[in-house]
Structure formats: C-alpha cells, structure tokens
C-alpha cells in the first residue's frame, strides 16, 4: 500500500463511529446502531462501525489467560462460547459456524500457554483481541438480517503498528501509523454497504496481533478516520458526552456542549474516562471533528471536540486519578549529584521511565520544582500486580535502591487536575494538598488518595 501525504478532496464522506463495549453488549442498542449506519448511508456517506468487545470480555480472556497457566481453561472457553450464542440467540442469530474459528485459535492459544508455562506477550494479544472478532461477527451478522450488507474486515490489514523497545508494550500498548491512505480509502469507497470492523487490535510489521492499550477503540476509530480522511469521528458510549467531572463520581456536574482538541486531550490524558489518551492527536493532526454521543440517547448532540471551541469559561474541568505513583527526583544539590553517581538528569529520567514502562507504569506529569523533579504515573497494566500489591511495592522500593536512593515514592497520591487555568484555588483545599503545580494553563493539585474525590468535589462545587 502507498501512503500519501497529499490532501483530499474536501469532498470526502467516510463517517467513523465507535460503539463501546457497554453499547454492543445490549441488545436495544442495535436497533441504535443499525439505524445511524442506515441514516449515513441515506445521507450519502459511507459508515464505518468500529467495535469493541462485549462488555467485560476482555476482561474475562485476560482471565483466561492464566486459567491456561493453570490448564483449567476448557470451562472459561465453553462459558465464553455461551455467552457469545446466548447474546446471538437474544438478536435472533444463529452463527456458530462464524465464531468457531476464532474460538478453535483461543483454544490452540490456550493450550500453548499451558504446554509452555509461560503468558508471553504475543499470546496475550493473541487471545485478548479476540473478543473483538467475536463482536464484529455478531454485528456483521446482525446488519446482514437487517438488510443493510455489510462488508466486514479485519482491523490488522490497515492498522500497522511501529516498532517498541520494550515487547509488553509492542504488544500490548502499541502505535500506529495514520497517515492518510489513497489506496485504502478508495477500496473502501467501492463498497456498497457500511463497513464493519475491530477496534483496540492492530498488526505488526511481522504480522503478529497487537493490541492498542485498554479501551483503545477509541484510538483505532481516530486512525481510521485520519488514515480515510473522515468527515467526523464519533464516540458512541454510555454518557451524553463529555462533563465537567466524572457524572458518575461527582455531583452536579455540567454537560460541555463544545472543547478544543488541546482540552480533550488534557482530560483524556489526565483521568478523564470518556476517551482514550491517544485518541485525540490523529483527529487533530487532520483537523477532523470528534463527536461524543450516547447510544442509548441517539438524538442528544453530545459533544464536539475541534478546532473551534464554543465553551470559553476559565474553568472547563476537574478531572482526578485517585491511585497515582509520585516521584521525587532530587536534581540539584550535591548530595543528589554524588548519589547519582555523575548521571546527568537527562539519562536519570530516561533510565527511570525505561524501568516505570515496563513495570506497566504510564506517566501523567513531569514537572521541574525548584531543586526536585516530580514525576507522576498511573499504574496501567492491566495483567500485572494491582498498585497495591507486595510484590509491585517491593519492585519500587528495587528501583529507589538502583538509584542510589537519590529518589523517593509515593504510591498513596491522587492527581486532581484542574483544566484551563483558575483564578485561584481555594484556600483550604491548598491546605490539604501535598503538592501544587501549575504548568502550561493547567493547576495540579497532590493530595492523599483516600480524600481525592472529596477533594474534587469540593473544587468542583467551588470552582464550577
């Protein structure tokens, strides 16, 4: 395939929408989905339905993983199985013969696992991506009944993932390249149908499956819509679009009709739920529209994220992650410079998030304090230890001691993050925190993990 860098023409009709586990996995909601591909079909576009797993099917394959370490895996196969026919069954489908493929390759995954007494990272991808080939099948299946042919296909063959240092994150969190594509975008177009495919999973250039981090489907239906040069990319989820605070957590939080892509990408990043932290850049680099709808309220504008932003309020959020890992570096003064042994700060940091990635840490903020770098992260891999556990404690305490105990780890912080930049910050909320920064238009607040949320909502009710 070639890939071109020229621009389009402004006449491009492609339409991405991203249904989310919690929306494939009711059975009303495809009546939703059915009908917005048959309204941009009649509207002269051509859908593209990317889909997530069934709700909580990740979760259960990665499971399973460890069910196969154990060779206990025929049962957790066959209740997959059930629950993949008995969800068919309730959209009055019978589709054995499609998904017996994919679940023959769990179990010859499974058994590989079992032979060799090793989880390697390939296997993982291989088997945790399945639940999104089960779903696409189902849905493939689903807008063939409803008269509507669909063209069903494989994520991997357009998604081409780069190279990573480290292979838990090659395979598990990678990237992707979405640099618009002639070629596909035109083999596309020639079909009659909307097309059908898998979010979160992704090929290398071995052609091995990848995945791209978890809830990484928003991410996949970003390159898609960069790669196919998209009219508007749309998130269908469980909320009427983005709020000013979790609507979950946080009482009285307010709808945010419009954001910038810089905004979106602040919120994502720093804890908000919504989106994925990658999935904002490739909209913006091509300067296309994202839109955050809900699939059970289908007539609600929800929200758009582009370049123009409706919302001005200094204030337009307060996002928080309650179970953080702080970092202190200590840069300056002798005593650090000898204990890192002539390191500059430059190979320090390097060599620190080398070791944080691969213990599954992501970092969330890095901030240059007088004589101390801070360095937050949030624990992100989803098949290792929980942040809490012995064993990850006693890893952080092995990296301390590598470095000469030139630094120090906090893993009791919440971030509480607020977006665009206030007047002030209450005075007895700063009272409570451990530590405030401000960079870039931004305030961060540390605080103790057992008093992040009533600490946000105390910002919130304040502040917003």
Not at 221 to 232: H, K, P, R, T, V
Not at 355 to 375: K, V
Request: with cysteine; proline share 4%.
């Amino acid at each position: 395939m070639t890939d071109l860098t020229t621009i389009f023409s402004e006449e491009t009709n492609f339409i991405v929408l991203k249904f989310g586990g919690s929306s494939v996995a009711e059975v009303n909601h495809w009546d939703t989905i059915a009908s917005q591909a048959q309204y941009h079909l009649e509207q002269g576009n051509k859908p593209v339905l990317v889909l997530s797993a069934l709700k909580n099917v990740s979760n259960l394959l990665e499971a399973l993983l460890h069910q196969a370490l154990a060779g206990v895996h025929p049962n957790a196969i066959t209740h997959l199985k059930e629950l993949h026919l008995g969800f068919a069954a309730k959209l009055s489908l019978a589709i054995l013969d499609k998904l017996t493929p994919v679940f023959e390759r769990i179990e010859i995954e499974c058994e590989a696992i079992y032979s060799s007494q090793e989880i390697s990272p390939k296997r993982h991808a291989a088997i945790v991506s399945c639940g999104e080939l089960l779903s696409t099948l189902i849905g493939e299946a689903y807008l063939t009944k409803a008269g509507l042919n669909p063209l069903w296909f494989d994520a991997r063959e357009i998604l081409k993932a780069t190279n990573h240092s480290d292979e838990w994150h090659h395979y598990t969190s990678a990237q992707c390249n979405y640099t618009a594509n002639e070629q596909v975008r035109q083999k596309l177009l020639g079909q009659d149908g909307p097309l059908i495919t898998q979010g979160f999973i992704a090929s290398d250039e071995c052609g091995d499956t990848v995945l791209l981090g978890r809830e990484g489907s928003d991410t996949s239906a970003s390159y898609f819509g960069a790669i196919l040069n998209a009219a508007e990319v749309q998130i269908w989820t469980d909320v009427t679009g983005i709020f000013s605070s979790n609507p979950r957590e946080i009482n009285n939080t307010q709808a945010i009709q419009s954001l910038s892509y810089e905004q979106a990408n602040q919120m994502a990043r720093l804890g908000a739920k919504v989106l994925h932290p990658r999935a904002v850049t490739p909209a913006q680099k091509n300067n296309i529209p994202l839109r955050v709808k809900c699939t059970s309220e289908p007539d609600h504008p929800g929200t758009l994220i582009s370049n123009e932003l409706l919302n001005e309020q200094a204030l337009t959020a307060i996002v928080y992650e309650p179970e953080t890992t702080l970092i202190k570096v200590l840069s300056k003064s002798d005593d650090s410079e000898k204990k890192l042994e002539n390191n500059s700060k430059e190979q320090t940091v390097s060599r620190l998030s080398s070791i944080l990635n691969a213990l599954g840490y992501d970092p969330l903020l890095n901030s240059q304090q007088q004589d101390t770098l801070y360095s937050i992260w949030i624990y992100a891999n989803s098949d290792q230890p929980k942040m809490n556990d012995q064993s990850l404690k006693e890893r952080l305490q092995d990296v301390v001691e590598e470095f000469n105990n030139s630094l120090s780890v906090d893993s009791s912080i919440g971030l509480i993050s607020l977006i665009g930049h206030p007047d002030k910050v209450p005075q007895e909320v700063s009272e409570q925190s451990r530590l405030k920064l401000v960079e870039n238009d931004l305030t961060f607040l540390m605080v103790d993990s057992k008093d992040c949320l009533k600490i946000a909502q105390k910002l919130h009710d304040q502040l917003i």
